[in-house]
């Protein structure tokens, strides 16, 4: 049975179960540092709610996901807004960064094995991305100016960040995984779940992939059973476009991150040991690993063409820069 899980209400669960990001839940507060932020947030009503959806932040650059919704839990769209970062460590919070968000439409939806394959679009969301760097662990908060109709509103939120992720960081090595690729298998649906399958998108493993020299792009996603119901517009807006504009230059890999056989017959989502060997905790993520082998970008959750292909455009051999380095702020394109 596919289990329909609208990404607006996991994440609902995951403020209320602050998942390692959120210092504390989602509301209002009745006392506030010398900065204004809350020095306990507690659950209330608001008029503007943020969360933020990464499964984790640490130390170095960040591409930060911001949900924005109002005292109805409906998202807030297309709102302008400019996000503030502050280290909470010391005395005082410091001033650390800053940067305009991005808006990002979201179209949810899957592919049901239950009905021919065909694509179920599930709802709507959308988030903001700004890219920011944590210079230390600990206690952080961000303000957020949100303005609509002429009027901003400036929204405290406080969370954590963490010395360094489970899943790999800008700058590390790619980890040299030998997933099950076709030529392992007598059905391609066993290890993708797409519809059709991407085929040409398991030809090699991560490990050879990684031996030919050439730029990697790799998306962690499972279209027929995605939590965040993310997967399948990942696959179609970025992966699909991307790898047609790039061929011959960079490698495309597609792993599913759980075992069909076992979620088909189960539905218990038992991870493959390619996810455990990347340390990822949600889906879908792509990764940009530069031709040295090191991972130049990526994106957890929400991503465009734009963003991922202006990460894959710095890595290609010949491009002005080979440095890693966090993507991009994007422009405001549909996921869908």
Request: with cysteine; hydrophobic share 40%.
């Amino acid at each position: 049975m596919i289990r329909v899980r609208p990404w607006h209400v996991l994440l609902a669960i995951a403020c209320l179960a602050a998942a390692g990001v959120l210092a504390a839940s989602c509301g209002g507060s009745s006392s506030a540092d010398s900065a204004g932020f809350p020095k306990v947030q507690t659950l209330g009503e608001c008029k503007i709610c943020p969360d933020i959806r990464n499964t984790g932040l640490a130390v170095g650059p960040n591409r930060v996901i911001i949900g924005l919704s109002d005292e109805n839990s409906r998202t807030i769209e297309n709102a302008k807004v400019h996000a503030r970062f502050y280290d909470r460590n010391g005395d005082k919070p410091l001033l650390k960064g800053q940067g305009d968000a991005t808006y990002e439409p979201v179209q949810l939806s899957f592919v049901n094995e239950d009905d021919d394959n065909k694509t179920e679009v599930v709802g709507n969301d959308g988030v903001y991305i700004v890219n920011t760097t944590f210079s230390e662990p600990g206690n952080w908060g961000v303000f957020l100016d949100v303005t609509q109709d002429g009027k901003t509103t400036s929204v405290p939120f406080i969370f954590t960040v963490r010395d360094k992720t489970s899943e790999p960081e800008i700058g590390d090595p790619a980890p040299p995984s030998r997933q099950i690729i076709a030529a392992n298998v007598s059905d391609i649906s066993q290890i993708d779940s797409s519809y059709p399958p991407r085929t040409a998108m398991h030809q090699v493993t991560i490990a050879d992939a990684l031996t030919a020299g050439k730029p990697i792009v790799v998306a962690f996603a499972t279209p027929a059973f995605c939590t965040s119901r993310l997967c399948a517009p990942i696959m179609d807006t970025v992966m699909d476009p991307l790898s047609k504009q790039f061929a011959g230059q960079a490698t495309f890999i597609h792993v599913e991150p759980y075992d069909l056989n076992v979620l088909r017959q189960t539905g218990v989502e038992n991870a493959m040991p390619v996810t455990r060997e990347w340390g990822l905790q949600s889906e879908p993520w792509i990764f940009v690993i530069d031709t040295h082998g090191k991972i130049a970008a990526k994106f957890e959750g929400v991503a465009t063409a734009r963003e991922v292909g202006q990460a894959l455009q710095r890595v290609l051999p010949g491009s002005a820069s080979g440095t890693p380095a966090a993507a991009p702020t994007p422009t405001s394109t549909a996921a869908r």
